[in-house]
């Protein structure tokens, strides 16, 4: 036996007896792990694949991937039914932010990237009829009057107040007795700088909308926070964004003629987002995939510099755990062992959501517009948040004669909708698109898919809160919280976080 191999063989017997060692400590179904990553959403495969890139050839390193459901994947994830493809979760990443569509791109999954099929964006509801954002249109702010004069959505008092808005007094939000320093609401905000009728026939939809949120609670340096530096800096969000226009994960109106389209602005991919999950799984040890296996409670054991892991198939021992799920579970996993983070994690909010793929025969759709979807304010008479033509939006979704749409119900003005069977939310959904778009058929085939406290609800303060949660998590060597846990919102953000987890992680032995 050469030295090499004497050494090989020594440290092997060593982790071996060391591992031996503490499996007697614990029992005999306790099992040592490098790293432990609870949750099998994006944010936890992604975690797991950098992880994996970073390994030595030929290195055992010890990784699980605990997902207490059937499937990995999370929130993204895509059905198909014959001809038709649903995207029950997310459907497309903001290329603003590169995160994500780099990732697609290094899986080799860059000749499968398609942008939306035109630069066509979106409407809203306004006393029952849908009517289209205005060209020009940054979010709550209109850069081109025209169009914003031309418009039937808001009154000419309220056009008119908006176009004011580079002579309303710069504001001083931290002065605000909200208890939030440097914060107000996006309702405060958006009335402040552009008036009521922007913000509840505008920003109150989209945002409410997009986060499934009441916009009255929601933050605006969280949800605005590109707009609020604009008054910061300029004293005036128009004035800032002709000096410097900004890109924005948010939907937004350009004119025709733009040389900037707004279908540049997202991305999906050709066979549907799920498509990134499986190629990530691909790259990954069959081994370190474990389903069906629910975390129960972690605690530290710093005696051993490792973390107890208690789950539906035994005990475990690891040196780093990650948890990759929404705050309130890392919450209750982490409430006996580390009570001060998990007071932390208490302080972030999250929301509820359904999503109806409802399938219907164009010719059935008698006024389907020319857009991507519409938003619907809460001063409507609607169950439906949104809506979204999935067909419409990107190629490959369904045949010709055929239209995927898309709704969203529950959020945080409408939380019990969760607890409504699959045929009643199918039904208030198809109810709703008949009116708005005149469906005069029942669609063909529907799926319903619901996510319970998933969304993360941007209060007043998150910025600090989420602060305060970091502190926290970084006081405790070998914890690490990625995603929608550390109020994490969109793709690109998820895979950001996670691979910057991933970064901090020691190399495997």
């Not at 000419?156 to 320093?181: D, H, I």
């Not at 605005?224 to 604009?230: D, H, Q, R």
């Not at 509820?352 to 793929?357: A, E």
């Not at 939310?425 to 319903?448: K, Y």
């Amino acid at each position: 036996m050469d030295r090499n191999t004497m050494l090989a063989f020594a440290s092997s017997s060593k982790a071996h007896t060391r591992r031996n060692r503490n499996n007697d400590r614990l029992g005999a179904h306790s099992r040592e792990l490098d790293v432990a990553v609870v949750g099998g959403g994006i944010s936890g495969l992604v975690t797991a694949y950098r992880l994996a890139m970073r390994s030595e050839p030929g290195c055992n390193a010890l990784l699980r991937v605990f997902e207490v459901g059937d499937r990995v994947g999370g929130q993204v994830h895509t059905e198909k039914r014959g001809d038709w493809l649903f995207e029950t979760g997310a459907d497309s990443m903001v290329t603003a932010k590169a995160a994500a569509s780099n990732l697609c791109r290094e899986l080799g999954l860059g000749d499968e990237l398609i942008a939306p099929c035109s630069a066509a964006t979106f409407s809203l509801v306004r006393d029952r009829r849908l009517h289209p954002l205005p060209a020009g249109f940054h979010m709550v702010a209109a850069t081109e009057p025209a169009p914003l004069l031309g418009s039937r959505l808001l009154s000419w008092p309220g056009k008119l107040r908006m176009l004011l808005e580079p002579w309303v007094p710069r504001g001083a939000a931290g002065s605000q007795e909200n208890g939030f320093a440097g914060d107000e609401s996006v309702e405060d905000f958006v009335v402040r700088r552009f008036g009521r009728q922007a913000y509840e026939r505008i920003a109150e939809p989209i945002l409410g909308g997009l986060f499934a949120a009441d916009a009255t609670r929601l933050s605006a340096r969280r949800a605005l926070g590109p707009f609020v530096e604009l008054e910061r800096r300029n004293g005036s969000v128009l004035r800032g964004l002709r000096a410097a226009p900004i890109d924005s994960a948010a939907p937004s109106a350009s004119a025709g003629n733009s040389s900037r389209p707004a279908a540049s602005s997202q991305l999906s991919l050709k066979h549907g987002l799920g498509s990134l999950i499986t190629r990530l799984v691909e790259q990954l040890p069959t081994s370190w995939l474990q389903l069906g296996c629910g975390v129960k409670a972690i605690r530290p054991v710093p005696e051993q510099a490792h973390w107890h892991i208690e789950t539906t198939s035994g005990v475990w021992l690891a040196r780093e755990v990650v948890l990759a799920c929404p705050a309130p579970s890392c919450r209750d996993l982490l409430h006996a062992g580390l009570p001060s983070v998990a007071l932390a994690l208490e302080e972030l909010c999250f929301g509820s959501c359904v999503t109806v793929n409802a399938v219907y025969r164009r010719s059935s759709l008698r006024r389907l517009p020319s857009d991507f979807g519409f938003f619907v304010p809460r001063s409507e008479p609607y169950h439906i948040l949104a809506a979204n033509f999935s067909s419409e939006k990107f190629t490959g979704r369904a045949p010709e004669a055929h239209v995927v749409v898309r709704t969203f119900q529950g959020g945080a003005l409408d939380p019990d909708a969760l607890d409504l069977d699959d045929r009643a939310l199918s039904q208030r959904s198809h109810e709703d698109v008949a009116h708005l778009i005149g469906a005069t058929n029942p669609p063909l085939s529907s799926v319903v898919r619901r996510f319970r406290q998933s969304m993360p609800q941007f209060g007043l303060g998150h910025f600090d809160r989420v602060q305060d949660l970091r502190r926290q998590v970084e006081a405790h060597r070998g914890l690490h919280i990625v995603g929608s846990g550390l109020g994490v919102y969109g793709l690109p953000d998820c895979i950001a976080s996670a691979e910057d987890a991933a970064a901090r992680i020691g190399l495997f032995p």
